[in-house]
């Protein structure tokens, strides 16, 4: 028998417990594992969870450091994952800076919850490279 499928950890970063609750329950139905942080802050602190972590969902607009913000700490890292940003006040400049940053995609709220999927799906059938 062959190894079983590496899990991945998919941290979603957002400072409204019901779109960290729902995502994480979305994802873990369709069998990703996941961690939550309600700020960019609680991300960073947990070092042993972010060398882990595969993908990050990150909201634009949080309480503290900003999404873009942490999205910069990310990059200092060896290996950063790769970025989905996700707004519920997004217009096509902050999706442009989110790209042009280095996302791999920019959703609006509420989320299409098919192309979060295949956006996620896409990322990790590619290693966690690639842009939308």
Same mark, same amino acid.
């Given at each position: 028998?062959?190894?079983?499928?590496?899990?991945?950890?998919?941290?979603?970063?957002?400072?409204?417990?019901?779109?960290?609750?729902?995502? +994480?329950?979305?994802?873990?139905? @369709?069998?990703?594992?996941?961690?939550?942080?309600?700020? %960019?802050? /609680? #991300? *960073? $602190?947990?070092?042993?969870?972010?060398?882990?972590?595969?993908?990050?969902?990150?909201?634009?607009?949080?309480?503290?450091?900003?999404?873009?913000?942490?999205?910069?700490?990310?990059?200092?890292?060896?290996?950063?994952?790769?970025?989905?940003?996700? +707004?519920?006040?997004?217009?096509? @400049?902050?999706?442009?800076?989110?790209?042009?940053?280095? %996302?791999? /995609? #920019? *959703? $609006?709220?509420?989320?299409?919850?098919?192309?979060?999927?295949?956006?996620?799906?896409?990322?990790?059938?590619?290693?966690?490279?690639?842009?939308?």
């Amino acid at each position: 028998m062959g190894q079983p499928p590496r899990i991945a950890i998919i941290a979603i970063v957002d400072d409204e417990r019901a779109v960290r609750s729902g995502l +994480s329950n979305l994802l873990q139905s @369709v069998g990703y594992e996941t961690d939550t942080f309600d700020s %960019a802050e /609680a #991300f *960073l $602190r947990d070092s042993a969870r972010l060398a882990s972590v595969v993908l990050a969902i990150v909201d634009v607009k949080l309480k503290g450091a900003s999404g873009f913000e942490l999205f910069t700490h990310l990059l200092q890292l060896p290996a950063p994952p790769p970025v989905i940003f996700i +707004s519920g006040h997004g217009d096509e @400049v902050m999706h442009q800076q989110a790209i042009e940053l280095g %996302a791999v /995609a #920019f *959703l $609006r709220k509420p989320l299409d919850v098919d192309m979060l999927l295949e956006h996620i799906e896409r990322i990790l059938a590619a290693g966690g490279e690639g842009r939308a």
